[in-house]
């Protein structure tokens, strides 16, 4: 409009100004339009322009203040996380990284203890607890640790039946990283002992702790994890708490954890004057060596080392129980992810008075039964028992008949699983896998019990009756060293029939009787080797026959007279199942020359191997260093040596490698982590008797390095070796005893099986699951750095190799005379499938 105007008003008039036209009228209407427009424009325009601006500046208003507001909330939000940051590292970072953790208990005598104190939240708890919190920070700040001395914290008062208040705290200390030395254990329990003046006067152990009545015999101070620290101290939400106020009455204990884990406590208490007997029904948890899944059950209300009585770390089916030693127990749960469960209860029960006397009659048959106390329970730290015994003549003694134990006479060193005085000797207890008779040449017997273990163990019976002291086993048997009692044509069968080998050792040569009628002797009857011209020893070796430790049994149940029959190529039984699980013990060597970085090193006697020659050798290292060695048994299992995994600081799965497929150390084709350790429940760290562990591992080799890695097959129970057969040991260590370099390469040494009589003349204490190999002038042997790897020897010529010792101990190594002594394979072969068939 505004062009067209301008456009108008600049044409020429051709009419005069007074005469009127369409055309100005057409002109005058449209300059009427044009002003109607402007005046549009100029009233309504600038309206919507200002509503537009209006529009935009309150939207532009709304977002500078979304802008200032997440501005604004960022800041406070760095700057909180700033101060946060602060705050850990000044505070609980000083004290996660420099704290150290004490638990601790002892007994308040002479204080009368209320229920109230058993509420944390009550005044009553608050107002003693903070009375001797004082005590011990006035204890700890006028020691000598006082300036790493932080704070205590009380966090259970319980009652047992001696009266007084039984206290449970925690200790922190800072210690400073670069501060030494560092607060240890025995220091702080020896300033708190000290602190404690005992009164002679009344012979009491009760004195006084700055003015507070202390049994020092109830004090334990344990170092202790931070972990521990938070999940149990005050404020925790995970600790629940369990009373048991009438005996017998069994309370439930269900923990079920969800993917998300868990990791809880349950302080259980009852009634004083009694004991708290914790039932597990069910428990369904990984087996990790307690290290992702474990229950720790303590002998307190505070997870301290020194008051543990058990640990579960494998699923429970068949239900067990345990007792406490006081009226308190602690469950610790740690699951990691997964479905998990618990299933149990608790109950509070009478303490046991374990006393009997009882009459033996004049018979062999079984008069009665003792067994450990609270059995079938597991036998707590803290118990004793007496049996009183009498037969009615003095020709008569008391025989007592145990199913898995055995008493030896005590020596220098402290009984580890039982102390027992019969009459007035002592004797020390010791978990054994077969029956014992032990023999009481006394018609008057008094035998006391005394449990000796930390922790808990397992329960023990044993059948009792008499004995005639002049002739201890009827006509016509032999009497072990065990105690049992086996036909004389038994002896120097082959079988170990006394448990002990004590009716195999020493015994003569057989003679052969190959052209006679009678029978051929077990020892020459289908051993695998032709000890007749006529054969007649190794005719009809697969006939079915009664079985026996000497004789091959088949999946069937069956027995035939082959000893060696497993995995030999033949199909010796009916069912064909000792053919069975034979992809093992065939090992493909590859010759080449050795370069000159790897020299021929000799391991006492021993020279290199070649590559795929022993394809199931492993070795173990702790902690990044070489430490033990291990055969292949499975895909994911290993077998080694229980010795090399016996001290707590090398129990940790966590803390070893396995290198598979290795010739020279660095070379390993597989590389494994450890899942877990089993070593077996009755080892014995003094004597070495069941020396021997199984090692899961974590990830199992793959199949395409089945020329590198291999099994070796595992011997039958039957197993037989004679002076013909090859044995070789391997391993990568010492070469002498004064040695002080491992060898690069993998060493191998022949050496021969000897037999038990010549074992045991040479060590005497040497067990049936032991054997000794070795050579007369002692130059090929094992020696440190070999525990636990193989004796593997070949049955037939060019046949399958077994595992038939474990490197466990000597004397020395390679001394002349001295040969070494291996865990014998063969007798654990149902304990070795008991864990890795599940």
């Given amino acids: 409009m505004e062009t067209e105007e301008a456009r108008e008003e600049s044409g020429p008039a051709n009419e005069d100004d007074g005469a009127a036209s369409v055309t100005d009228v057409s002109v005058e209407v449209a300059t009427v339009d044009g002003m109607l427009n402007k005046l549009c424009r100029t009233y309504y325009g600038p309206r919507r322009r200002r509503k537009k601006l209006k529009k935009k500046k309150k939207k532009l208003l709304n977002l500078n203040l979304q802008h200032l507001v997440i501005i604004i909330t960022s800041v406070i939000f760095v700057i909180v996380i700033i101060l946060w940051s602060l705050v850990w590292y000044f505070t609980f970072r000083r004290e996660s990284n420099s704290g150290v953790y004490f638990a601790g208990m002892f007994r308040v005598a002479n204080v009368e203890f209320i229920p109230e104190y058993r509420h944390a939240d009550s005044s009553e708890f608050v107002s003693m607890a903070n009375q001797i919190q004082q005590v011990i920070s006035n204890v700890y700040r006028s020691s000598s640790v006082s300036r790493l001395y932080k704070h205590n914290i009380i966090t259970d008062l319980s009652n047992n039946d001696k009266g007084g208040v039984l206290v449970h705290f925690w200790m922190i200390f800072i210690v400073p990283r670069l501060k030494t030395p560092s607060v240890c254990e025995e220091c702080v329990n020896a300033i708190f002992r000290d602190s404690v003046l005992t009164s002679l006067k009344n012979r009491s152990s009760v004195g006084f702790l ?146 009997s006397v009882n009459i033996v009659p004049a018979s062999s048959t079984v008069a009665g039964e003792i067994t450990s106390p609270f059995y079938p329970s597991l036998l707590p730290p803290l118990c004793s028992c007496t049996w009183r015994l009498k037969t009615p003549s003095s020709a008569f003694g008391v025989a007592l008949k145990f199913q898995n134990y055995i008493l030896s006479p005590k020596d220098l060193i402290p009984c580890e699983h039982g102390w027992w005085k019969v009459n007035e000797n002592i004797y020390c207890g010791t978990y054994v896998s077969h029956m014992t008779v032990f023999r009481i040449p006394e018609a008057s017997v008094e035998v006391v019990f005394r449990c000796s273990s930390r922790n808990a163990e397992q329960p023990f019976s044993a059948t009792y009756s008499s004995f005639n002291i002049s002739q201890p086993c009827p006509e016509g048997h032999f009497l072990c060293t065990t105690g049992l009692c086996v036909e004389k044509e038994r002896r120097c069968d082959g079988l170990d029939d006394c448990q002990d080998e004590s009716d195999e050792v020493y015994c003569s040569n057989p003679i052969k009787n190959c052209g006679g009628s009678s029978p051929l002797h077990p020892l020459y009857v289908c051993n695998g080797k032709n000890d007749c011209p006529n054969g007649r020893d190794e005719s009809n070796c697969t006939q079915e026959t009664s079985c026996s430790g000497i004789r091959y049994q088949c999946s069937s149940g069956t027995c035939i007279l082959k000893k060696n029959a497993k995995c030999d190529g033949v199909f010796d039984c009916l069912d064909h199942s000792d053919e069975k699980d034979c992809a093992c013990g065939r090992p493909t060597p590859v010759k080449h020359v050795i370069d000159s970085a790897h020299p021929q090193e000799r391991v006492v006697g021993g020279v290199n191997s070649v590559e795929g020659e022993w394809p199931w050798q492993v070795s173990l290292h702790f902690a990044g260093h070489l430490y033990c060695g291990a055969s292949v048994i499975s895909s994911e299992w290993l077998v080694s040596a229980a010795h090399c995994f016996s001290r707590e600081s090398l129990s940790d799965a966590r803390q070893w490698m396995a290198y598979l497929g290795m010739l020279a150390q660095g070379s390993a084709k597989h590389v494994a982590e450890i899942r877990r350790i089993v070593v077996h429940e009755y080892y014995n760290a003094r004597t070495f008797d069941y020396d021997i562990a199984l090692l899961q591992l974590r990830k199992a080799w793959p199949s395409n390095l089945a020329s590198f890695i291999q099994p070796v097959c595992l011997p039958s129970a039957s197993l037989t070796l004679s002076d013909g057969h090859r044995c070789w040991v391997t391993g990568w260590g010492y070469r002498s005893e004064q040695d002080k370099v491992l060898p690069t390469v993998l060493q191998k040494a022949e050496v021969n099986i000897m037999s038990q009589s010549e074992c045991k003349r040479t060590y005497g204490p040497v067990s049936p699951r032991m054997l000794c190999a070795g050579v007369p002038s002692g130059e090929q042997d094992a020696c440190r750095g070999d525990s636990g790897g193989p004796l593997a020897c070949q049955v037939s010529v060019g046949g399958r190799w077994f595992l038939t010792g474990i490197v466990s101990w000597g004397s020395g190594c390679g001394r002349p005379n001295f040969p070494g002594v291996y865990t014998r394979v063969a007798k654990f072969i149902d304990w070795i499938n008991s864990h890795t068939n599940n």
């Avoid at 884990?261 to 369904?284: E, F, M, Q, W, Y």
């Fill in 210 to 355: 700055l003015g507070l009545p202390v049994d020092i015999d109830s004090i334990f101070i344990n170092a202790a994890l931070r972990t521990d620290y938070t999940s149990t101290s005050t404020g925790s939400e995970c600790v629940d708490k369990l009373y048991a106020g009438l005996p017998e009455v069994k309370v439930p204990l269900n923990v079920f954890s969800s993917w998300g884990g868990l990791s809880c406590h349950i302080k259980l208490t009852s009634a004083p004057g009694t004991i708290i007997r914790l039932t597990v029904n069910s428990l369904d948890i990984e087996p990790t060596d307690c290290i992702y899944d474990a229950i720790t059950v303590y002998d307190s209300l505070l997870p301290m080392r020194i008051k543990t009585l058990h640990r579960l770390c494998e699923s429970v089916r068949v239900p067990i129980s345990l007792v406490s030693t006081s009226n308190v127990m602690l469950l610790s749960f740690r699951l990691a992810q997964g479905n998990k469960s618990f299933r149990g209860f608790f109950q509070a029960i009478p303490e046991q008075e374990c006393i």
